[in-house]
């Protein structure tokens, strides 16, 4: 059900295959694939010619790309491959992320069959376009919350006016008992917007929490209708011009064990978090959040995105992180995070 690509660590490890489409997972590499790994790591780099019949090595993030010349392709060390994989949060909230959009996609051919005999009041997902017709679907449903709402909200910091303009909506809800509960990014914390909101709802029936990593954004309200992008892996304004409306009660409740799993992990607004101030070895959270991301080969405008900060603020970190492990360069930063066992730490 997995795509091939960006997440296939995720759930093929040990999978049966056919080495004519390389469609396997790690433990069960296929032998061109070994070999030109096993090259590429006593080499420190591997030319991308070389490997354009062994696709796997790509999909499995096993090979990236070379950010100082596109012809080369540079291996990622065995250790970093162990760590990512033994992270079962980051695993399991991704994981989870990707099993309720593929459902989505698996099953969209059935729905187009069933729209076609069905009036609009049964479909259980629906894709919405354009930014304006999603909002107002939004709002309208929101407006009808009898019980709790469910909101996920990547990105960092909140305009004030954008927060205040929420205030109107939220406060009819819980005078009238609706409980909402919200999670943010540990970034958001900066903005004064986010702490003004909370105070002006002034009421226990608001809870909000942070996170250094959130899925993609998600609204859930009173259990019975779920709001998710329609477009993956695309920067959050990017994203938002399509969405999936769903009201199907399985995949409600698959959305919102998600929901609830990030919660338990999630910091409430009121604690303080540390996870910008540096530890022992000179290191922060977020500087540790993104080694993990440049490992995998993100760019800086992605992993900018994924921990809700502009390009600038990543770009910052990513030079006092070179500082502090003592690069010389954005090649050597990889092999340098990969030696000084940062991410094994927790």
């Not at 080499?43 to 990236?64: F, K, M, N, Q, Y």
């Not at 938002?240 to 609830?260: M, N, S, T």
Request: glycine content about 8%.
């Amino acid at each position: 059900m997995f795509l091939k690509h960006s997440f296939l660590w995720e759930g093929q490890i040990g999978v049966m295959h056919d080495e004519s489409d390389h469609s396997h997972g790690y433990t069960d590499l296929c032998e061109a694939g070994s070999a030109l790994y096993s090259k590429a790591l006593r080499a420190g780099r591997i030319a991308r010619s070389e490997v354009e019949s062994t696709p796997c090595l790509i999909d499995l993030l096993l090979l990236h790309p070379d950010p100082d010349d596109p012809r080369w392709l540079r291996p990622l060390p065995p250790a970093i491959v162990l760590a990512r994989l033994g992270s079962p949060l980051e695993r399991e909230i991704l994981e989870r992320r990707n099993q309720t959009l593929a459902l989505a996609d698996a099953f969209e051919p059935f729905l187009a069959i069933s729209r076609e005999e069905q009036p609009a009041v049964g479909r259980v997902i629906a894709e919405l376009r354009g930014v304006t017709n999603i909002d107002e679907t939004i709002g309208d449903a929101t407006t009808e919350c009898e019980k709790e709402l469910l909101t996920v909200q990547p990105g960092g910091s909140r305009a004030p006016e954008s927060l205040n303009r929420s205030v109107g909506r939220v406060r009819p809800l819980v005078d009238r008992g609706v409980r909402i509960r919200s999670l943010y990014q540990h970034t958001a914390r900066h903005s004064y917007g986010l702490l003004a909101y909370q105070e002006q709802v002034g009421s226990s029936r608001m809870e909000l929490r942070t996170l250094e990593e959130l899925v993609d954004r998600l609204i859930i309200i009173d259990r019975r209708i779920a709001f998710i992008p329609a477009q993956r892996d695309l920067p959050v304004k990017t994203n938002r011009k399509a969405a999936l409306e769903i009201r199907h009660p399985g995949l409600i409740e698959y959305l919102v064990g998600i929901f609830e799993h990030l919660w338990q992990h999630a910091v409430p607004l009121d604690e303080e978090v540390h996870y910008d101030s540096p530890e022992p070895d000179g290191i922060t959270g977020v500087q540790r959040s993104i080694a993990k991301l440049l490992v995998e080969g993100h760019v800086d405008e992605v992993i900018a995105d994924r921990l809700g900060m502009n390009v600038r603020t990543c770009r910052a970190h990513i030079a006092k992180l070179a500082t502090t492990l003592g690069s010389n360069g954005r090649g050597q930063l990889g092999y340098l995070i990969a030696r000084s066992g940062i991410l094994n730490r927790t």
